[in-house]
């Protein structure tokens, strides 16, 4: 799958044979603003397989050249996520060490006569920038001479003006088709500290300037980014070439990835961990990759997912189901099949001794012996889900306990249901039921077809559990803001009982749930205490 080719691929490939680059050189610049969502495994996946493929490497750089907005928890987390998804960045670099050189290539830019500093209003920029329909107005200020420009440049350094009193501006085309080429702002004055250089700086560069610099002055050969940034090309193509960089990157755009029925925009991430509707960036309904972590996802599956969505140039949505898919796949193999009983009913055994146990043999996992074996306890008490039972056999169809029948309970005897037990208000609380010891281990199973097969927890030795199961996080329609499309109902927790395997389990370790699906133990799992994620429910058809 890694191998796959692509449109950028193609380029990459040409760029090889024609001798342009000898190694190619790829980086992911995420801003370090909010967690990295299953949106940026994407572009994380296609920079860093697009360098890999070729002997290449890839590097880290945190775009943090907006001193407002960043803060030193993402840049942590950032690198632990890349890292979990089976990367590892060759460098990692910070955009803010590159200040220095980006203030040194403006100059290079006003010397040229190719930028200026303009002291109009933002309303008034804004309105002589024009529109689609109507070209720019150049500002009053565009002809100012360069010794002006330096000595006003260097006074915005110095922090002779306030904010929003002028800025640098490059001086391209007033009236060119695309917007972004008329005359676009490049350094603006905010008196603000930076995470990185403190009180250093009181102008920092706009997104347009700094980031084509910053992959010119790292060498990076080929600059991959989602399509929003392609009509900004022209500008970043502009940048290298007046600044002079020695090294020239080419930026090539590929769709943005989206999930059905799922909101990746940070802001809004941001706004469910700040007013507390999740319990934070790594609740794990949340798609930031944090939380599909703890949720149980594994990054093998997110970058199956991601890969088979195919790389594009143009934006494309996938549904839940493909990743799902990935998953049930990824855990097939890798998960231990136990036994766990998540809305428990009492059997007891009435033919079998009190104060008898015996213990069953059996595999984690039938096609994958390498995860070992435990054993399965087995006496007169035991749990099987409510589901499984109902007094009255329905039709054929019914494969599991009823009153009068009899099924076979996995890896241990057939048992029959032989009388109920009801409460005050005529629900069954409990089964008597007999079993039969001739049919040990599945034995006797050809002579006589039991009603289904179904799971069961012994009970004396049963773990205590909490289950989390999941919904979706939004509901509603587009037209409905966001806040209000939160579902408070994607979140259940329920009781249950495992095996007594499981004792030891701790965050991270998958299991399959026989006839349930996958699950996870929570990162605040512990023992005595063990609370499990839903990761996937097993295709229905499993069941
Ligand atoms: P968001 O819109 O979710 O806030 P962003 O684009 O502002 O994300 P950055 O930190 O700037 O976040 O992202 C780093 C890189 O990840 C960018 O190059 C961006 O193009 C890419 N990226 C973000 N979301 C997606 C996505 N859904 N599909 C593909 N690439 C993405
Ligand atoms: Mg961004």
Not at 295 to 310: D, M, N, Q, W
Request: hydrophobic share 35%.
């Amino acid at each position: 799958m890694e191998n796959q080719s692509n449109f950028i691929k193609t380029i990459i490939e040409s760029d090889l044979a024609s001798g342009k680059h000898k190694e190619i050189v790829t980086r992911f610049p995420p801003e370090p603003n909010g967690f990295l969502h299953i949106g940026h495994a994407r572009a994380i996946i296609t920079d860093f397989e697009s360098a890999l493929a070729y002997g290449g490497y890839t590097n880290l750089r945190y775009d943090d050249t907006n001193p407002s907005k960043e803060d030193d928890v993402y840049v942590k987390a950032i690198l632990d996520d890349i890292r979990w998804l089976g990367y590892e960045p060759k460098h990692v670099f910070f955009a803010s060490d590159y200040f220095d050189e980006m203030f040194n290539r403006a100059v290079i830019l006003i010397k040229k006569g190719l930028a200026y500093v303009d002291d109009s209003t933002p309303e008034e920029m804004g309105r002589d920038r024009g529109n689609i329909n109507n070209v720019g107005k150049p500002s009053k200020y565009r002809n100012r001479s360069i010794d002006e420009n330096l000595k006003l440049f260097y006074d915005m350094r110095d922090g002779k003006f306030n904010e929003g009193e002028c800025v640098l501006r490059a001086k391209i085309d007033m009236e060119s088709p695309n917007m972004n080429l008329r005359d676009p702002a490049l350094y603006r004055i905010q008196y603000a500290e930076h995470h990185n250089t403190g009180n250093k700086w009181c102008i920092y560069p706009m997104y347009d300037y700094a980031h084509p610099l910053e992959d010119a002055i790292e060498g990076i050969t080929h600059s991959l980014c989602s399509l929003e940034f392609e009509d900004h090309r022209p500008l970043y193509d502009w940048v290298v070439r007046e600044t002079e960089m020695p090294k020239v990157p080419r930026q090539i755009e590929f769709g943005r990835l989206s999930i059905e029925n799922t909101v990746m925009s940070k802001r809004y991430l941001r706004q469910l961990v700040e007013e507390g509707k999740v319990i934070g960036w790594d609740d794990p309904r949340m798609p930031t990759l944090q939380g599909l972590r703890r949720r149980g996802y594994t990054p093998e599956a997110i970058r199956h997912f991601v890969l088979s969505t195919g790389l594009s140039k143009v934006n494309s949505t996938a549904g839940n189901d493909m990743l799902e898919a990935a998953l049930r796949d990824d855990l097939a193999l890798k998960a231990k099949r136990v036994m766990a009983v998540i809305n428990p009913l009492k059997v007891t055994i009435t033919n079998y001794p009190e104060d008898q146990i015996e213990y069953f043999d059996v595999a984690y996992n039938q096609d994958n012996p390498e995860l070992g074996e435990r054993k399965i306890p087995f006496s007169r008490h035991i749990y099987i889900e409510q589901e499984d039972f109902v007094v009255e056999k329905p039709n054929n169809k019914y494969k599991r306990l009823a009153l009068g029948v009899e099924v076979r309970l996995f890896h241990a005897y057939f048992i029959k249901a032989n009388e109920v037990i009801y409460d005050e208000e005529g629900k069954v609380i409990e089964i008597l039921a007999t079993y039969d010891l001739e049919t040990k281990s599945g034995s006797g199973f050809n002579e006589r077809k039991p009603n289904g097969t179904i799971h069961y927890v012994e009970a004396s030795q049963g773990l205590n559990v909490k289950l989390n199961f999941f919904g979706p996080m939004i509901e509603g329609n587009d037209d409905m803001d966001l806040m209000d499309r939160f579902n408070n109902n994607s979140w259940t927790v329920k009781e249950g009982v495992v095996e007594t395997a499981l004792i030891d389990a701790k965050p991270q370790d998958k299991f399959q749930f026989m006839r349930n699906g996958y699950f996870n133990v929570d990162d605040d799992s512990k023992q005595g205490h063990l609370i499990f994620n839903e990761i996937v429910p097993l295709k229905s058809s499993y069941k």
